[in-house]
């Protein structure tokens, strides 16, 4: 158990330790300042030219999401129609059928949005044609529309008045070409060296211990799992994920996955501090969300290493902790830390079966996503952070008698409702979505629908709840890992996930975008002695306790009768 404990240690400050120096070299490539990837300039010129694009002519917050939109809607069509036709495209050695049209409506803007929520099995529900040139492509397009916006946001704080904030283009381009492709370049290489397959041949036969003959799939995995965690996206080309043994081979491949995912999102917020020379700034952001982060997991690795006390009252000793749905390659500990970090983070990767966890885990992973931004997917997470910040400045500025001012802008009712709109839009939509999908199991479960609701829930009662509440929650916050005993793979879930999905990925970044144009076109006030300062502890506690207070309790009823009842029900 100790030794668990300690490579979870490690791997975090491992990650920090290599984030820190990753956050300084972000900063400096959309500063323009000299990196030693500058050799890349060329190919972004003949990208820029080749596309008609002039980066030298800056945009407003307006022409950047104007940008953003058009081009992922161009992106949404292509991944749809291919999905459907992947049957009759190449690379598709295993003989995989198209999509149906609500499977493909669904999968198509899972991976658009950066939630890689999966209704399919990655073997045989896509090929190796769909799986390179739609899920790889936007693995890295969606994670550099989430970081684009962010640099939006960077650059507007940076300035004293301006409505011009750089290029679009500018910024989506640089973040593939400078970081996502060299860092996932090294991943791939780490992981196809350690046993993660790297051909194009078809599924292989090979004669189990038990004297089964069996048929594997295989592929080109290891290039679309290093981008996969690198850019918080987290869809499998397995369907088990990486608790498939050919996802994730071994611990260091285990270790390595660990840290891409955790990777850029600790290393945008230091590159914020950098990119603004504001260090102290950085270092309240980083401190609450860790604060955040450890108060999810100590809990669940507690639960975890401690087994099951249903099972316990059986007298049957559990050494390992609770073992149920985890791999023996990793342990209980691992998978615990794995399980929060890639719910705080947004990318639903899984090494264990999270519908197996204890209930006090899946209280935790539910509430790093309710909350959405410990960390948070690439990009969006500051992004997710910045509105809190706008409230509690708002709430700070009211409580001294004294107008709310950020950055030397005062924030007026226009910045707080959209800044509340925002907030609120999250718990809305999974508890609409939650409420809809209730209703439909308890007054129409005889349906006469291709998957009638009474076959949706795998497991009665309070578990059955916690199921539909984690899906509606994992596509709201654009997460995609799932309790799998829910039968999702039919048109409601399809159809309602979806509409969730579009909802949670782009208005969280329309708002904030929004708030900081406007804020960025206001005349700057110098500090005085009476300016609320940002990079202070006391500052930090009042973001903390806005998220508590506005994000987490919003979900409490909800929380209380799926995996809390069911916690209690094991005592």
Same mark, same amino acid.
């Given at each position: @158990?100790?030794?668990?404990?300690?490579? =979870? =240690?490690?791997?975090?400050?491992?990650?920090? #330790?290599? #984030?820190?120096?990753?956050? *300084?070299?972000?900063?400096?490539?959309?500063?323009?300042?000299?990196?030693?990837?500058?050799?890349?300039?060329?190919?972004? *010129?003949?990208?820029? *030219?080749? /596309?008609?694009?002039?980066?030298?002519?800056? @945009?407003?917050?307006?022409?950047?999401?104007?940008?953003?939109?058009?081009?992922?809607?161009?992106?949404?069509?292509?991944?749809?129609?291919?999905?459907?036709?992947? %049957?009759?495209?190449? +690379?598709?050695?295993?003989?995989?059928?198209?999509?149906?049209?609500?499977?493909?409506?669904?999968?198509?803007?899972?991976?658009?949005?950066?939630?890689?929520?999966?209704?399919?099995?990655?073997?045989?529900?896509?090929?190796?044609? &769909? $799986?390179?040139?739609?899920?790889?492509?936007?693995?890295?397009?969606s994670a550099a529309t989430g970081i684009a916006a962010l640099v939006v946001l960077f650059r507007a704080l940076k300035d004293k008045v301006t409505d011009k904030l750089g290029n679009f283009w500018d910024y989506f381009v640089k973040t593939i070409t400078r970081i996502l492709l060299p860092v996932s370049f090294v991943i791939a290489v780490i992981l196809a060296f350690n046993g993660m397959t790297t051909s194009y041949a078809g599924k292989d036969t090979f004669i189990s211990m038990q004297g089964d003959t069996v048929q594997v799939s295989r592929g080109p995995a290891a290039a679309l799992v290093a981008i996969k965690h690198l850019g918080t996206n987290g869809g499998g080309w397995f369907g088990a994920n !990486?608790?498939?043994?050919?996802?994730?081979?071994?611990?260091?491949?285990? &270790?390595?996955?660990?840290?891409? $995912?955790?990777?850029?999102?600790?290393?945008?917020?230091?590159?914020?501090?950098?990119? +603004?020379?504001?260090?102290?700034?950085?270092?309240?952001?980083?401190? =609450?969300?860790?604060?955040?982060?450890?108060?999810?997991?100590?809990?669940?690795?507690?639960?975890?290493?401690?087994?099951?006390?249903?099972?316990?009252?059986?007298?049957? !000793? $559990?050494?390992?902790?609770?073992?149920? %749905?985890?791999?023996?390659?990793?342990?209980?500990?691992?998978?615990?830390?794995?399980?929060?970090?890639?719910?705080?983070? /947004?990318?639903?990767?899984?090494?264990s079966m999270h519908d197996s966890?204890?209930?006090?885990?899946?209280?935790? @992973?539910?509430?790093?996503?309710?909350?959405?931004?410990?960390? %948070?997917?690439?990009?969006?997470?500051? +992004?997710?952070?910045y509105i809190f910040i706008i409230i509690a400045v708002f709430i700070s500025g009211l409580m001294v008698g004294r107008t709310p001012e950020f950055f030397g802008r005062k924030i007026e009712a226009r910045e707080m409702k959209i800044a509340s709109l925002i907030a609120l839009l999250h718990p809305f939509i999974i508890l609409v979505g939650l409420a809809i999908s209730s209703y439909v199991l308890v007054h129409m479960p005889g349906a006469d629908w291709a998957v009638k609701p009474s076959a949706w829930l795998n497991n009665p009662g309070n578990h059955g709840f916690s199921e539909m509440l984690y899906e509606y929650t994992s596509a709201a916050a654009n997460n995609g890992s799932g309790f799998e005993g829910l039968g999702d793979g039919n048109i409601f879930w399809n159809v309602t996930t979806g509409i969730v999905m579009i909802l949670g990925r782009f208005l969280p970044i329309i708002g904030?975008?929004?708030?900081?144009?406007?804020?960025?076109?206001?005349?700057?006030?110098?500090?005085?002695?009476?300016? +609320?300062? !940002?990079?202070?502890?006391?500052?930090?506690?009042?973001?903390?306790?806005?998220?508590?207070?506005?994000?987490a309790l919003s979900f409490f009823p909800s929380l209380a009768l799926g995996p809390i009842a069911e916690h209690f029900s094991l005592k």
């Open positions: @158990m100790n030794s668990e404990i300690t490579g =979870v =240690v490690f791997t975090y400050l491992l990650t920090l #330790a290599l #984030a820190i120096p990753l956050g *300084r070299y972000i900063a400096r490539v959309f500063k323009g300042e000299k990196t030693w990837l500058d050799f890349m300039a060329p190919l972004e *010129r003949f990208i820029f *030219r080749f /596309s008609g694009i002039d980066t030298r002519k800056e @945009m407003s917050w307006k022409q950047h999401l104007y940008a953003l939109l058009t081009i992922n809607s161009v992106w949404l069509l292509y991944a749809f129609v291919c999905l459907m036709a992947q %049957g009759h495209l190449p +690379l598709n050695p295993d003989g995989n059928a198209g999509q149906s049209a609500d499977t493909a409506f669904n999968t198509a803007i899972s991976f658009l949005v950066n939630c890689n929520l999966q209704h399919y099995s990655g073997e045989s529900g896509a090929t190796y044609f &769909t $799986q390179h040139f739609v899920f790889m492509f936007l693995h890295f397009v !990486s608790a498939h043994p050919i996802e994730n081979p071994n611990y260091l491949t285990n &270790t390595t996955e660990l840290v891409a $995912q955790v990777l850029i999102p600790i290393a945008l917020v230091f590159a914020l501090g950098f990119y +603004l020379n504001k260090k102290k700034l950085a270092y309240v952001i980083f401190g =609450v969300m860790t604060l955040g982060m450890l108060m999810l997991l100590i809990p669940t690795m507690n639960a975890e290493l401690h087994g099951n006390p249903a099972i316990a009252k059986m007298g049957i !000793s $559990q050494p390992t902790g609770a073992m149920e %749905g985890k791999e023996v390659r990793f342990g209980p500990a691992s998978s615990a830390y794995w399980s929060i970090v890639t719910t705080i983070i /947004s990318t639903g990767s899984v090494n966890a204890m209930p006090v885990s899946g209280t935790m @992973m539910l509430l790093g996503m309710m909350v959405n931004c410990f960390y %948070g997917g690439c990009g969006v997470g500051i +992004l997710n952070f904030p975008l929004a708030i900081a144009g406007l804020l960025a076109n206001k005349k700057y006030i110098p500090e005085s002695a009476g300016t +609320l300062k !940002s990079d202070t502890s006391t500052f930090g506690v009042m973001i903390f306790a806005v998220i508590m207070i506005i994000a």
